[in-house]
């Protein structure tokens, strides 16, 4: 489907999103969305990223709010993966900032990162093959609990992949080898892979490809229940996808770069009138 199609599609939803509060009276920047009375947990502030004579990035601000599915959408080379590795630790900014709840992160390691309650999926499955589903959750719990490769927090480890097992009906795949399960099924074993390590803010780039339409509406109904289903608006979810039907029926604050640049945050009717967003699909030109 292309970029008209996409919008077209998500048109014909009207708002559908079922978490947010505010109404659609426009767009806003993070830090006024902050203050509208959310609480960011994961904040880029200003960052800027410079490949030699390129601006991957320009001053870009993005706030990730407790309790919600924050969006992140553009066309092809708008700098959604940079900014997405940035948040990660994978890339340096060249400046700006990046903090997780009140604390500066921005030159921690990824892995002091992923400790810290950052969890990311990748658009292509990255699951150990080999293993069974239910090892897979394993194995991510152990990765992220001090001690737990030795044999530390057994208890809390069953109850855990239990809990996640649960959510995400993934007990008839126990005992399969994730390597020869089809997208739609790695897709949520990967999700589970990244819930059992306990995530405060949880990083999905573009979960529904491969996915075919009942896939995807599945997939939409679990990213409701996982948002902030500890009781404490954690963990927040942000949200990488092309899918713009998607991305306009979970997402309750949309982000939207284009070019290295935000042109557009706020809510899904307000970011889906945008002209400014229209023309960066579109090409329309009509702009003021």
Not at 88 to 116: C, K, Y
Not at 235 to 244: C, G, N, Y
Request: with cysteine; glycine share 12%; aromatic share 4%.
């Amino acid at each position: 489907m292309g970029a008209e199609g996409r919008l077209d599609a998500a048109d014909s939803l009207g708002t559908v999103n079922g978490h947010g509060a505010l109404d659609a009276e426009g767009s806003t920047s993070a830090s006024e969305a902050i203050s509208a009375g959310g609480t960011s947990l994961l904040r880029a502030e200003r960052v800027t990223v410079r490949f030699g004579g390129l601006h991957a990035l320009d001053q870009v601000d993005l706030s990730v709010q407790s309790g919600e599915i924050t969006g992140l959408i553009g066309p092809n080379g708008a700098g959604k993966t940079t900014l997405f590795n940035v948040l990660t630790g994978l890339l340096s900014p060249t400046n700006g900032s990046v903090h997780l709840a009140e604390e500066e992160i921005t030159r921690w390691p990824a892995h002091r990162r992923g400790r810290a309650g950052l969890a990311r999926t990748f658009q292509r499955l990255e699951l150990f093959s080999r293993m069974s589903v239910e090892d897979n959750l394993v194995a991510a719990w152990e990765a992220c609990h001090r001690g737990a490769v030795l044999g530390r927090g057994r208890r809390e480890r069953r109850r855990r992949v239990e809990e996640v097992m649960d959510l995400l009906d993934l007990w008839h795949l126990a005992s399969v080898p994730a390597g020869v399960l089809p997208t739609g099924q790695g897709r949520m074993v990967e999700l589970g892979r990244a819930l059992c390590t306990d995530p405060r803010v949880l990083l999905l780039d573009e979960p529904s490809s491969g996915l075919d339409a009942g896939e995807t509406a599945r997939f939409a109904e679990v990213l409701r229940m996982v948002s902030g289903c500890n009781g404490l608006g954690e963990p927040a979810v942000l949200l990488v996808e092309h899918d713009m039907a998607l991305v306009m029926e979970v997402c309750d604050c949309i982000t939207v770069l284009d070019f290295g640049k935000r042109i557009a945050c706020g809510r899904p009717a307000a970011i889906r009138a945008d002209p400014a967003v229209r023309s960066a699909y579109l090409g329309e030109t009509d702009v003021a």
